[in-house]
């Protein structure tokens, strides 16, 4: 999947598993963003990564897992949610079950699960923004 941007400031990515989606439940830390709110996995660019590379190398470090560019279903570029001059990736992709059980989890973040679709999009604990990327794919996507 071609992704055509060369200036962006970071990517998230909604990875089902089944039909559910992996979440991660951030630090509980008043000096980030979104404190114990559940979001997405993926983070900020480092250098002049792709948009597969830079969420490729966040999934690694926060979950372990070996992300192929043969996961992804879907991509669209967004304004950035820190920076609402810049611009970021919001990405769609599967996990085998073997990746979830496999997981490995990093030191950013309280825990991990897979979540509902429903209960993602409806809960208020869920970072709003990812809420409506994954909403805008789940339209196109039927």
């Known amino acids: 999947m071609d992704i055509e941007i060369s200036d962006f400031t970071g990517c998230k990515i909604a990875l089902f598993c089944g039909d559910r989606l992996l979440t991660i439940l951030r630090d509980d830390k008043a000096s980030i963003p979104w404190p114990n709110m559940w979001e997405l ?3 900020g660019r480092e250098g002049d990564e792709s948009p597969f590379e ?3 190398r966040e ?3 926060e979950l372990g897992i070996h992300l192929t560019e043969d996961c ?3 991509s669209k570029v967004y ?3 820190l920076f609402t001059d810049k611009q970021s990736v919001f990405l769609v992709g599967q996990l085998t079950q073997n990746q979830f059980d496999s997981i490995v989890f990093g030191d950013e973040g309280q825990g991990y699960q ?3 679709v429903e209960e993602f999009l409806s809960s208020s604990q869920v970072v ?3 809420q409506e990327r994954l909403k805008d794919y789940l339209k196109v996507s039927d």
């Open 59 to 61: 999934v690694y470090e």
């Open 79 to 81: 304004l950035s949610m």
């Open 114 to 116: 897979l979540m509902n």
């Open 54 to 56: 830079c969420v490729a």
């Open 128 to 130: 709003p923004q990812l």
């Open 72 to 74: 992804l279903l879907w």
């Open 41 to 43: 996995p993926g983070g």
